[in-house]
């Protein structure tokens, strides 16, 4: 069983809670003057979002833009976290104007995932140099706000719209097998303590949600009930239950080995649009779609306390140990104490470039990007 409140990576490198190992730290209080440090590159920064940091004990790994406007080779980019600086770029595709999109990363660092978007294609790159080890063709798109989840015994698992959802072996970048799922969408799956993987299907208009057998990809079981929309919209808690956010509110579902159960529903406001954390109670933590962050009941999915009022669109938490709570909250980077009160925030300035998932490293920074600054680091 995976040590999860140990994990030092968001949900998309395996940590279905988005918590991280934070030792204590102190720090800022109010308004940021700026970042701790930043890695900057390049010169075009006014388009796109900026898409989740991924980490290694020693690099980050990003893809700074993601925008279907760009006229520009936008490469994936490993930064050195001891020096601080670029440590390699990877473009794939010259032909066309592509964006190598960085979907995941082995849990020993060494395979890196990305898709040369918008070709039907993943690779695994070498971690240290960039190099391409495999490839893989996906038959399908892997959607800009869905990113590999890393099972127990390490795979890749993917989903790929119009195809469902897809085991690959890291090493060698063949398919292990694939649940023919119907279009998956944007969904991020989930792993739950004892393996299986939580993913949904329809998620544009009644998502459905999967418990899938990780060594075959066959179903477990299904629900049928109707989530409406669903993005990135599945969340395992320390008890093993599953919370899933989607257009109709949130529902906490329980487990039973061939079926399931549903514990609570919820109504908030525009629901698929933000990614859940678990604070080291085991309570979900996130900002809705009205700008409110709250912190749930995770046995009722009653309201605890909240706070309110923050930009709602596109915002992903990542918890630390010490309770502090980090969000990329629409243009501002924040962070709040653990009883929700306004630590401090950053807003470089009001473009149209969001901040990206946040990531917490083992000595407690926390890294974070945008496409106007580069890769920020933020101690706390």
């Known amino acids: ?3 999860l409140q140990l994990a030092i990576w968001p949900t998309t490198q395996g940590n279905s809670q988005n918590s991280g190992y934070v030792p204590g730290l102190n720090g800022p209080t109010g308004v940021l003057g700026s970042p701790t440090w930043t890695a900057t590159w390049g010169t075009d920064t006014n388009l796109g979002n900026a898409l989740p940091v991924f980490l290694s004990e ?10 279907y406007l760009d006229t520009n080779h936008l490469p994936a980019i490993a930064v050195d976290l001891a020096t601080k600086t670029v440590k390699w770029e990877k473009r794939i595709n010259l032909s066309t104007y592509s964006t190598v ?7 020993d660092g060494s395979v890196v995932l990305v898709e040369d978007w918008p070709s039907s294609w993943l690779y695994g790159l070498d971690a240290e140099d960039g190099e391409i080890l495999w490839q893989c063709e996906l038959y399908g798109t892997m959607r800009a ?8 015994n390490g795979n890749f698992i993917v989903s790929i719209s119009g195809v469902g959802i897809r085991s690959i072996n890291p090493q060698n970048g063949k398919v292990n097998w694939t649940s023919n799922i119907s279009d998956p969408g944007y969904c991020t799956p989930a792993i739950g303590l004892d393996g299986t993987i939580y993913a949904y299907g329809n998620w544009l208009t009644n998502a459905t949600l999967h418990a899938l057998d990780p060594d075959t990809g066959a179903d477990n079981w299904s629900s049928f009930p109707s989530f409406g929309r669903c993005d990135n919209g ?5 008890n093993g239950n599953i919370l899933v956010h ?3 509110g949130m529902r906490m579902y329980k487990d039973n080995g061939s079926s399931y159960s549903m514990v609570w529903a919820q109504s908030y406001t525009y629901a698929w649009f933000y990614s859940p954390g678990v604070d080291q109670n085991g309570y979900p933590v996130f900002i809705d779609g009205g700008g409110t962050l709250r912190r749930l009941d995770p046995d009722t999915g009653a309201t605890i306390n909240s706070s309110s009022t923050y930009e709602s669109y596109g915002n992903r938490i990542a918890v630390g140990d010490d309770g502090l709570l980090y969000t990329n909250s629409g243009m501002y ?3 709040f104490n653990s009883n929700l009160t306004p630590r401090w925030s950053y807003l470089h300035s009001a473009n149209t470039s969001y901040w990206s998932a946040p ?3 083992q000595n407690g920074t926390v890294y974070s990007a945008k496409r106007s600054v580069g890769l920020a680091a933020w101690h706390d």
């Open 1 to 3: 069983v995976r040590e």
């Open 58 to 67: 020693t690099t980050a790994f990003l893809t700074i833009a993601y925008n």
């Open 101 to 107: 999109v960085v979907k995941g990363i082995t849990e």
């Open 145 to 152: 706000g869905s990113y590999a989840t890393i099972d127990n």
């Open 234 to 238: 599945v969340t395992v808690l320390p």
């Open 246 to 248: 989607g257009q109709s």
């Open 333 to 335: 980077f924040r962070c």
């Open 359 to 361: 990531a917490i490293g």
